[in-house]
């Protein structure tokens, strides 16, 4: 089992410009979380969807920000355009949320770095 | 609003030392409180949870919630347990896990 897997690891981009980032959940997991990292703080939710539905994507920026769960499993992060502030880790997690056992498990990771 | 602080940015210990990481949380529900670890180069796992009430690599954590606090603790530290560690807050009914900052420990030779 690999895990949550996220790609890039690492993004260099300039600000002003797009970027995106994948996720695969580990396979029959019904939950997948986004979550923003910031350089010495811990993780903060930006949206959760129940397969294809975002059922909490109220710390979204949605001038900038934008995520898709098409077909329930693999999602897409979007950032356009970036600023300077958007550097950061974005970390992927997925849980099955099943008898109260909804243990989330997360990525390594997509290291962003906006020059 | 919910809300995890964890007031201590780094600790150090001394191998064989006991090491106490504390987490106060701010909820007027029944909070799930969670401990989660990230070792060098690994992604973030979870260690433990209150409701298992179990020791997970000779740690432990007890919710006090007259104190609102789930401080883990470990008796004798070990090289290996140097991490990363998050105290994180579940409140009932949601499924969004609120994070404190972190608190780096390193347990020296």
């Known amino acids: 089992e690999a895990g949550v897997v996220q790609s890039p690891r690492y993004k260099i981009i300039e600000k002003k410009q797009p970027v995106a980032f994948w996720c695969n959940p580990i396979?029959?997991?019904?939950?997948l979380y986004w979550y923003l990292q910031n350089l010495g703080q811990g993780p903060e939710l930006l949206i959760r969807?129940?397969?294809?539905?975002?059922?909490?994507d109220s710390q979204l920026p949605k001038d900038r920000f934008s995520a898709e769960r098409l077909k329930g499993v693999d999602s897409t992060l979007k950032i356009q355009p970036a600023e300077l502030g958007d550097s950061a880790v974005y970390l992927c997690?997925?849980?099955?949320?099943?008898?109260?056992?909804?243990?989330?498990?997360f990525g390594p990771g997509t290291r962003l770095t906006v020059l | 609003a919910q809300r995890v602080t964890q007031p201590e940015k780094l600790l150090s210990v001394f191998k064989g030392a006991p090491v106490e990481l504390k987490c106060n949380y701010s909820?007027?529900?029944?909070?799930?409180l969670f401990w989660y670890v990230q070792y060098s180069r690994q992604r973030l796992q979870l260690l433990l949870r209150?409701?298992s009430r179990e020791s997970i690599k000779g740690f432990t954590a007890d919710l006090n919630k007259g104190e609102t606090s789930f401080h883990l603790k470990k008796p004798f530290a070990q090289e290996e347990d140097s991490a990363m560690y998050y105290c994180?807050?579940?409140?009932?009914?949601?499924?969004?896990?609120?994070f404190g900052k972190g608190t780096k420990l390193t347990v020296n030779p």
């Open positions: 396979s029959g997991h019904n939950t």
């Open positions: 209150h409701i």
């Open positions: 997690a997925s849980s099955m949320i099943a008898g109260g056992h909804n243990e989330q498990f």
């Open positions: 909820y007027s529900g029944s909070p799930e």
């Open positions: 969807y129940e397969n294809e539905e975002a059922v909490d």
């Open positions: 994180a807050l579940r409140a009932g009914g949601s499924e969004k896990l609120v």
